[in-house]
């Protein structure tokens, strides 16, 4: 599927950088919910955690990058069974998947070039 051919909810999603943004928005939300930023905190960061990860899954998407996109589609499931209570193991893998992304060249966004 091409950009022209992608839904209109896919279109401008197709961005390497912008998939990146949002693994790393979701590693410090997920950090400052695991410090207390979470339920009955002042500031609740559980929904711009829950933001991100589904940003980037549909980035993922529109990428074509099934392997992030079922990864990130299991986290959000889990988290959302847990209260999007981040643990250590979650942090960890949006990090691999953030650092992984730095080698991955299908970037198809208009913006960058």
């Known amino acids: 599927m091409t950009v022209a051919e992608a839904p209109p909810e896919a279109a401008g ?33 559980r929904p711009d955690l829950e933001g991100e990860i589904g940003n980037a899954e549909q980035h993922a998407a529109a990428l074509g990058i099934d392997g992030y996109r079922r990864s990130l589609r299991d986290l959000r499931h889990n988290l ?18 953030w650092q992984s992304a730095m080698g991955l060249s299908n970037c198809n966004c208009r913006g960058q070039k």
């Not at 990146?20 to 002042?42: M, V």
């Not at 959302?80 to 998947?97: E, T, V």
Request: proline fraction near 4%.
């Open 13 to 45: 999603k197709d961005c390497l950088p912008c998939l990146r943004k949002h693994l790393a928005q979701a590693i410090s939300y997920a950090k400052e919910i695991a410090n207390g930023h979470g339920q009955g905190a002042t500031l609740d960061h």
């Open 80 to 97: 959302d069974a847990r209260a999007w209570q981040p643990g250590d193991d979650d942090i960890a893998l949006l990090r691999r998947m």
